[in-house]
C-alpha cells in the first residue's frame, strides 16, 4: 500500500492540478473580478501626478489665497461679534448664528482681506 501511495504521489507531483473550477465557476469569477475592477474607487488606484500649465497653476493659487483671506476674514468678524456681545454662546445653534452673522458681514467687504497684514493693537 506504502507503494501505490507513493506513485500516486509522485504522478500527482508531475501533473499539477492548476484548474479547479469548473468552466461556469471561471466565468462567474471573471465577471465578478471585471465588476470589481469597474466599481473600484480611484483612489485606490496609482496616483497620477496632474500636468498642470502656468496658468491654471496661478489660477489654483489665487483660488486658494482668496479662499485663506475669506477664512480669515470671516473668523475675525466672528471675533468681533464675540466681543460686542450680541449673540451670547450657549450651545451649538448660538455658534451657528455667530457664524452666519460673520458671513454676512463677509459678504459685504471684496475679496481680497485689506486688514490682513494690519497688527493687532
Not at 502656468?54 to 493659487?61: G, P, R
Not at 451649538?92 to 493693537?121: F, L, N, P, Q, S
Request: with cysteine; proline share 2%; glycine share 2%.
Amino acid at each position: 500500500m506504502t507503494d501505490s501511495k507513493k506513485e500516486v504521489l509522485k504522478i500527482l507531483e508531475k501533473n499539477k492540478i492548476t484548474n479547479f473550477h469548473t468552466p461556469e465557476d471561471q466565468i462567474k469569477l471573471t465577471l465578478e473580478k471585471s465588476k470589481l475592477e469597474s466599481t473600484s474607487h480611484p483612489a485606490i488606484g496609482r496616483k497620477e501626478p496632474k500636468t498642470m500649465t502656468l496658468e491654471q497653476e496661478k489660477e489654483e493659487w489665487d483660488f486658494c489665497m482668496d479662499q485663506a483671506d475669506y477664512d480669515t476674514m470671516l473668523r475675525r468678524e466672528m471675533a468681533k461679534i464675540r466681543e460686542e456681545g450680541i449673540i451670547k454662546e450657549n450651545s451649538v445653534t448660538d455658534t451657528h448664528k455667530v457664524i452666519y452673522e460673520a458671513e454676512k458681514r463677509v459678504k459685504k467687504y471684496g475679496k481680497k482681506d485689506i486688514y490682513k497684514y494690519d497688527k493687532k493693537k
